[in-house]
Each structure stands twice: as C-alpha cells, then as structure tokens.
C-alpha cells in the first residue's frame, strides 16, 4: 500500500479517445472508476480533455490545459512519471507505426483522426514532451503481449514503442507476457 499525499498528485492523460465521458473507450473514465475511485482524488486533480471538440481543436485546448500547468512558460514539461501500455502492432500511447505523427515535434499535443485501433479520434502527447520526461513505465500482463514484449525488448524492433526513450524506462511484466524472453 502506497502512502502518500494524494492532493498533491496531477494526473494528465498519455492520450485519451475522443469520446464522451460515458463511452467504454474514455480513458479517463476507466482509470476514473477503476483506479481513482479507490484513491481519495478530486476531478480538479486531472487535466482532460473537451470531448465535445473535434480532435485538432481537442488537442489544441488540452495542450492549452498542460501548458497552464507551468506557469514559467517551458519549452518542455518535464513530467515525473508516464504509465504506458502498447497495442499488438507497437503503438504506444495514439503514435502507431507509419503514422506521420510520429515525426511531430513542434507540439506537446497531436491529433489523430484515423487512428487503425478505434475509435478513429484521439489526442496523445507527442516524443517530444514523452521523452523529455524523468520515467516511463511500459506495464504487460498475459499471454495476449508475449510476442509483443519479445519484438519490444529481445528483437529491439523499430516500433513507436521502442522510440520511447525518457531518463528511466522500467518495464512491469508478469511471468506470461515475459514468456518469451
Ligand atoms: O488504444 C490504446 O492502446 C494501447 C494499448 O493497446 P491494447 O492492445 O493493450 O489495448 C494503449 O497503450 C494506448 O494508450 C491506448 O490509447
């Protein structure tokens, strides 16, 4: 069990599905009910986006939102820690392989509207601002993200999730997404 002061804590979102709130898909609302209903957080404590924009101007305003969490004005957020997860074919957070996304550099914040997982709206932060970062966690569990984790770390493939590169990158798996390793 973690003790901590959880008011203290800021939860921004890697990337997030351009949905309503009550849509399966919405990332906030599944960490909202899940995870954060156990933890004593407010809503103020989380940077979301405006699902009702369409995407280009969701991203827009949620990089509005993260800029104001710096008040010094940074070229680059240097955020503590990202929980990152990846998809059977290497994309991690919206960045998928072959995207022109994956060579934006000049925003904290994209947008994607034909995304090949769905739904085809999202807004994901952008290498930049990923790697700038002081930790990343990439977290596998099951059999289902064996082959993956094997491309990932054995195979050392060039997929978007192997261009995450901050300060410290731990990896969490359990004993069958490492199985083949
Ligand atoms: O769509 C997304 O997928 C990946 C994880 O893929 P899955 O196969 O485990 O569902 C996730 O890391 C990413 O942030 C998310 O938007």
């Known amino acids: 069990m973690i003790t901590s002061d959880w008011t203290k804590w800021k939860f921004i979102f890697c990337d997030e599905r351009v949905v309503p709130f009550d849509n399966a898909e919405c990332t906030f609302s599944i960490y909202k009910y899940n995870l954060f209903s156990k933890i004593p957080f407010n809503d103020e404590q989380f940077v979301i986006i405006d699902p009702s924009l369409p995407a280009k101007q969701a991203a827009e305003d949620y990089e509005r939102k993260l800029r104001a969490l710096y008040p010094d004005n940074v070229d680059l957020p240097k ?22 996304l994956l060579d934006v550099t000049d925003r904290w914040v994209a947008s994607i509207d034909d995304s090949p997982k769905p739904p085809p709206s999202r807004v994901t932060l952008t ?21 993956l984790v094997k491309r990932l770390l054995k195979d050392k493939e060039d997929l978007p999730a192997t261009r995450v590169k901050p300060a410290e990158l731990l990896w969490i798996l359990d004993r069958a997404a490492a199985s083949q390793l």
């Open 79 to 100: 955020f503590d820690l990202l929980l990152l997860g990846a998809g059977p074919d290497g994309h991690t957070c919206s960045l998928f392989p072959g995207h022109p």
């Open 127 to 147: 290498y930049p601002i990923i790697n700038n970062a002081l930790s990343a966690v990439f977290a596998f569990a099951g059999a289902g993200k064996a082959e």
